[in-house]
C-alpha cells in the first residue's frame, strides 16, 4: 500500500533558522508528491508538488526535491520567519490507469513552531 | 463562493446522536473527497466522488458513516449513532480532475465533538 512518513513535530526553531522537515514515502506505481500547509485556523492548502523524479517544487522560499533513489521529499527553507508557524503535511497521490481511488495519502503532519 | 464551504464549523453532540456534514466544494470540480483529522492521526482517508461514477468508499471506518453527493455538487457526510472516538476535524476537498493532476482545495473542516 501506500504510505508516507514525516517527522514528529512539534519543531521549534529560531526566526531566520534554516528548516528541514523530513519526508519519506512507500508507494505502489509511480507517485506525485505533495507539501500542504495549514496555518492555524485555516484549512489546509497546497504549498509545493512534484510529480516526477528529480524534480523540485517551490513556494515562499520552501523548497522539496523528488528523491526516487531514497524515496525522499524533505521541505527545507532557508529562513524561516514567524509567519511560517503552522501544521505541515507531506503527502502523495499515485494514479491508476484502471481507475479507482487516487486521493491524497497523508503523512501526519509536522507542527512548526517559529519563535521570534 | 471562491472557496471550499463546510457546515457547520463546529458540532457538538451526544453519544448514540445522528449528525450530518455539509460540503459545498468549488463549482465545476467533479472530484471531492472526505477526510478525517484525529489529533496525532494526520488525515485519514474516508470517501471519495469522481463526476458519476460509483463512489470510491473504501476509507470509510464502520457502516455507521456514509456520503453521498447530490447533482454532482453538494456532498453530506451522515454518522450515524455517534461515539466518542469519531470525536475529529471533518475536512472536505474538490479538484478540478484526479488528485494527481490538479491540487486539492480544502475547506476549514467541521469539528465534531462527541461527548
Known amino acids: 500500500g501506500n504510505s508516507v512518513t514525516q517527522m514528529e513535530g512539534p519543531v521549534t526553531l529560531s526566526e531566520e533558522a534554516f528548516l528541514t522537515i523530513n519526508c519519506t514515502y512507500t508507494?505502489?506505481?509511480?507517485?506525485?508528491l505533495f507539501w500542504y500547509v495549514q496555518y492555524p485556523g485555516e484549512g489546509l492548502q497546497l504549498l509545493l508538488k512534484?510529480?516526477?523524479?528529480?524534480d523540485k517544487g517551490s513556494n515562499k522560499g520552501f523548497e522539496a526535491t523528488y528523491r526516487k533513489e531514497t524515496t525522499s521529499f524533505h521541505l527545507e527553507k532557508g529562513s524561516v520567519q514567524v509567519s511560517d508557524s503552522a501544521v505541515y503535511f507531506c503527502a502523495l497521490s499515485v494514479s491508476y490507469s484502471g481507475g479507482g481511488a487516487d486521493g491524497l495519502t497523508f503523512g501526519k503532519g509536522t507542527h512548526l513552531i517559529i519563535q521570534p | 463562493g471562491a472557496g471550499v464551504s463546510q457546515s457547520p464549523s463546529n458540532k457538538v453532540t451526544e453519544k448514540g446522536k445522528d449528525v450530518e456534514l455539509r460540503c459545498d466544494p468549488i463549482?465545476?470540480?467533479?472530484?471531492l473527497y472526505w477526510y478525517r483529522q484525529s489529533l496525532g492521526q494526520g488525515l485519514e482517508f474516508l470517501i471519495y466522488?469522481?463526476?458519476?461514477?460509483?463512489?470510491?468508499k473504501s476509507g470509510l471506518p464502520s457502516d455507521r458513516f456514509s456520503a453521498e453527493r447530490t447533482g454532482g455538487s453538494v456532498s453530506t457526510l451522515t454518522i450515524q449513532r455517534t461515539q466518542q472516538e469519531d470525536s475529529a476535524v471533518y475536512l472536505c476537498?474538490?479538484?478540478?480532475?484526479?488528485?494527481?493532476?490538479?491540487?486539492?482545495?480544502f475547506g476549514n473542516g467541521t469539528r465534531l465533538t462527541v461527548t
Open positions: 512534484a510529480t516526477k523524479a528529480d
Open positions: 476537498a474538490s479538484s478540478l480532475a484526479r488528485a494527481g493532476n490538479s491540487p486539492l482545495h
Open positions: 466522488f469522481q463526476g458519476n461514477s460509483a463512489p470510491d
Open positions: 508507494a505502489t506505481g509511480y507517485p506525485s
Open positions: 463549482s465545476g470540480h467533479t472530484a
